[in-house]
């Protein structure tokens, strides 16, 4: 079935410090990629997505390119802020499994001052 | 803006209590979910809904029950709680498309003493 591998946490990191966190994905046809951000105490908010190959989504300084030939989503940030602090989640959606979302295990990050 | 609402945010309760989780959208999405996030941030799904009338159970089980009478409301309910079922609770909701995002509501976290 569809799944998504993301790197594991906890990831902490200086502020202004450059951030990967990596996801992979497996899935039937050519899924839709989102990432997902939760910061503490809220519920999860989409952060960005891209619809299909070599498409790129960004937002709020966040980057990540749809690459089917390494099935990867990997999210990237080039100077992290403290205000980054937060768990990260990877996710896709494909009709192929009735649209649902499936989503990776999160990753947190913690930025330092 | 939230568009998709829970209540309450926070509830503590004791063991063999009967409780409901409410969750309201007002984007007239079809399709609405249920997730239990436990410490470790994994999001795991425990019911979903297409439509009026249409509920199923998720990838884990859980002995709560959900009810979809109007397309906006979709409320969690468990019978007897217990401390096993101490956890944060995620509704979400989304159009029946493909590349559409989940939107999610802030959350309840349940604690069953």
């Given at each position: 079935g569809d799944s998504v591998t993301q790197m594991e946490g906890p990831v902490t990191l200086s502020e202004e410090a450059f951030l990967t966190i990596n996801c992979t994905y497996t899935a039937t046809g050519y899924p839709s990629l989102f990432w997902y951000v939760q910061y503490p105490g809220e519920g999860l908010q989409l952060l960005l997505k891209a619809t299909k190959a070599d498409d790129k989504g960004s937002n709020k300084g966040f980057e990540a390119t749809y690459r089917k030939e390494t099935t990867s989503f990997h999210l990237e940030k080039g100077s992290v802020q403290v205000s980054d602090s937060a768990v990260y989640f990877c996710a896709l959606r494909t009709k192929y499994n009735n649209n649902d979302m499936r989503f990776g295990a999160g990753t947190r990050l913690t930025v330092k001052p | 803006e939230a568009d998709i609402y829970q209540t309450p945010r926070y509830l503590v309760i004791g063991t063999g209590k009967k409780i409901t989780l409410e969750c309201s959208q007002?984007?007239?999405?079809d399709k609405m979910y249920w997730y239990q996030q436990d410490p470790g941030m994994e999001l795991h799904l425990i019911h979903y809904s297409y439509g009026v009338n249409s509920t199923e159970k998720g990838d884990l089980s859980s002995e709560s029950t959900v009810s979809r009478i109007r397309t906006e409301h979709f409320p969690l309910t468990l019978e007897s709680a217990r401390p096993s079922h101490t956890s944060q609770y995620l509704c979400a909701s989304t159009t029946g498309t493909d590349n559409s995002p989940l939107h999610f509501g802030n959350g309840t976290r349940l604690t069953v003493t």
């Open positions: - | 007002t984007m007239g999405h």
